[in-house]
């Protein structure tokens, strides 16, 4: 009679290695070369933009600079506080089910918050029973991990896009091309790019896990164009100018952290050391 196969549990023997010899570059290894141009100041430039979600059909107009949903920078503050200057937050996910209820049906008409959520059951069910109630106000969710490259990230993405086949769906990290195509065209519509730049993430040290962020951007962008989708830049700009790299490499929407984080919207416990 057939016997199965004995179970096995991976290891790092069970995969080969492969170094990839071509250049990869983050923020601080290029600049913008200067052209002519009919500007005659900084401040005369309009980085709005309009957009028609793949999905969700949804239009979109706005400065596409979103706060993180960590917790000190995806606060209910930070998002009345940017949605003034038409920008967003995405709130973190540690929220009550009332306190979301209560923030999102008092959210004007212009804005665009997400809804932050990790893809586990209980996530999953605490998402639910807030739509349930909420009336159609949360338009918007970020679906959150720290690393995309697993199958129950795009089960879950399959399970989410089939219920609510009418929010706009944001979703990542992830730091290449054929892992963007897959995500857009399983039901996301902006894809979240980047693997350890953000200045207090730790995957990079604790997995060796990562890609230089400019090069993610540039490779992720151009596979989200060509099926219609976008990308979010997620991590790594630490100044006004790596923005502007961001956004030359290809990038949509920009996700800021750190250079957000200390201020009064962050509604974090005030620590005063030495003076």
Known sequence: PCRPLPKTRHSLRDHAMRIEQD?????????IRPKRSTLTSRSEVDISRDFVFLHSQRPYHGIPIIAANMDATGTFEMARALTRHSLTAALHKHYSEAELLAFFTEQPDNASTFYSMGIT???LEKFRRVMDQANG????????VANGYTKAFISFIHKLRAAYPEITIMAGNVVTGEMTEELILDGVDIVKVGIGPGSVCTTRRMTGVGYPQLSAIIECADA???LRGLICADGGCTSPGDL???FGAGA???ML??????HDECASELVEING
């Open 23 to 31: 250049l990869k570059l983050d923020f601080k290894d290029v600049l």
């Open 121 to 123: 059951a209980p996530d």
């Open 137 to 144: 106000a949360i338009q918007n969710v970020c679906v959150d």
């Open 224 to 226: 989200a164009h060509g």
């Open 244 to 246: 502007a790299k961001a």
């Open 252 to 254: 949509d929407f920009i």
């Open 257 to 262: 952290g750190g250079m957000l984080a200390g």
